[in-house]
């Protein structure tokens, strides 16, 4: 059943401060909404709980990318186009390009935006394996001032996060250090263009000597959040990567995840394609010793 | 201003559309693709899924492509908006347009005018693209009837304005 108008109010005070003002005054009353590639799916279906909305889409202050010295602040109404075509994020945050590049077709790229892919908290949405890879930082913003967090950690359950009702992203901080880095994305879907992951993967290492000094593995969809597989990383960090650090490699991230049997596809499909992109990307870097 | 019980809660909304400046009075949740339709008459504009999946109620805002089912119209505020009615120069076609009849890259029309307008999107930011090009900025719209070839090579003859050679037209 589709929505009706005219039970949704949606306000447009044209800057940050009249919305961080507004969220404040009745926290948790108002919905903000960017490119609306989310929320006006759920409205168009009758499935839109929250009736007031607040937009934020084009905003300046949201819609900047900052380049500093030790760090990139990607504004969090920014669009997947506006990340891809940047070109300091091409260079040293390739994942994130990626992810942006793949996530839904060009209309949807050019209005969805990062900030909403983090707090429509989907564990599979395309971008944030990628953030989590790239130890991704949150400035979040409320009439009370900003506060920053680790982005690990944001998500504290199925499309549970940390925001406050009062709070904006503002921002999303990634370290400018992964630049040497060997890292490996990918999505696998029914489709490209358009269909959500069954499984995606954002995996990024630093080899020296045959050794894997640094490792950072970062899957989507096969947990109620989007997962950083820890342990999988705790075993490989510190070895020379052969078949049989491989083999143990799958065997610990597949008992790290949680896959779930859903429209798109089954826990056991999850499991072994979850468990194949580690392997996939570990290869990848007993390889890359010889480049 | 507004006071009868139907028309309470909406909002005086302008937007230029094909170089026309409009104003209207709509629900500001209402959806672009309806006002565009039902209030301004462009049904070139089609709805197919509504969601954002099909991408056959394409029109380009502030020169960008968007699906008009998923924006509110009060987001369109100010800006201007292209549909597949404002692409034809008078009785000119827009040699996209002429490039789909030529190519026999429309059949039953419905996601036609969308395609166009992201193929016309895809242009303005590569002018010459490659069949991965065209491939991708096209895979947001879907076509049940022709099979893509034959808007591939629409698109390709359009950007080239010559028959580009169909060795090069299949699909990788």
């Known amino acids: 059943m589709r929505s009706d108008p005219r039970e949704y109010e949606l306000v447009a005070p044209g800057n940050l401060q009249a919305v961080v003002t507004l969220l404040a005054e009745s926290p948790g009353a108002w919905l903000p909404i960017a490119g609306g590639t989310d929320i006006m799916v759920l409205y168009g279906a009758g499935n839109l ?25 990607i504004g969090a109404a920014c669009t997947y186009t506006d990340i891809r075509e940047h070109k300091i994020i091409a260079r040293e945050f390739p994942m994130l390009a990626q992810a942006a590049g793949w996530t839904g077709g060009i209309a949807n790229q050019n209005r969805g935006t990062l900030g909403g892919n983090i707090v429509n908290a989907s564990p599979a949405a395309d971008s944030l394996p990628a953030l989590l890879a790239y130890d991704a930082e949150l400035i979040l913003v409320s009439v009370r001032g900003e506060r920053r ?46 269909a959500i992951s069954k499984v995606c993967i954002a995996a990024l290492a630093r080899v020296e000597e045959e050794t894997v000094e640094e490792i950072h593995i970062a899957v989507g969809s096969v947990a109620p959040v989007p997962l950083r597989l820890v342990e999988t990383e705790g075993i490989v960090s510190g070895k020379i990567v052969d078949e049989s650090l491989v083999l143990l490699a799958r065997k610990t991230a597949a008992a790290e995840i949680r896959p779930i049997d859903d429209i798109r596809s089954k826990a056991k499909y999850r499991a072994a394609v979850a468990a194949n992109l580690v392997a996939e990307f570990l290869h990848l870097l007993n390889g890359s010793k010889h480049a | 201003m507004i006071d009868s019980p139907e028309e309470r809660g909406k909002s005086e909304i302008s937007f230029t559309v094909n170089g026309e400046r409009k104003f209207l009075f709509a629900f500001p949740m209402e959806r672009l693709l309806d006002v565009l339709r039902q209030q301004l008459g462009l049904t070139g504009v089609k709805e197919g899924c509504g969601e954002g999946e099909c991408g056959s109620c394409s029109v380009l805002m502030d020169g960008t492509l968007v699906n008009s089912c998923l924006v509110p119209v009060l987001q369109a505020e100010g800006a201007s908006i292209v549909t597949i009615e404002g692409l034809a120069d008078g009785t000119r076609m827009h040699k996209l347009q002429r490039a789909f009849l030529e190519c026999g890259g429309a059949q039953c029309g419905i996601c036609t005018p969308g395609m166009i307008l992201a193929a016309c999107h895809l242009l ?49």
Not at chain 1, 170 to 177: D, F, K, M, V
């Open chain 1, 49 to 73: 709980p929250a009736r007031k909305l607040v937009s934020i889409w084009n905003f300046p202050e949201l819609r900047h990318i900052e380049v500093l010295g030790n760090e990139i602040r």
């Open chain 1, 149 to 194: 967090l680790a982005y690990a950690g944001f998500h504290t359950g199925y499309k549970k996060t940390r925001l406050a009702p009062d709070e904006l992203i503002q921002s999303i901080c990634l370290p400018r250090r992964f630049a040497g880095y060997v890292s490996h994305a990918r999505k696998v879907g029914s489709r490209n263009a358009q």
């Open chain 2, 124 to 172: 303005s930011k590569k002018p010459v693209p490659t069949l991965a090009e065209i491939q991708e900025g096209l895979s947001g719209n879907l076509c049940r009837c022709t099979g893509y070839v034959q808007i591939f090579d629409a698109v390709a003859r359009a950007a080239q304005a010559g028959t580009p050679p169909s060795s090069l037209m299949r699909p990788e």
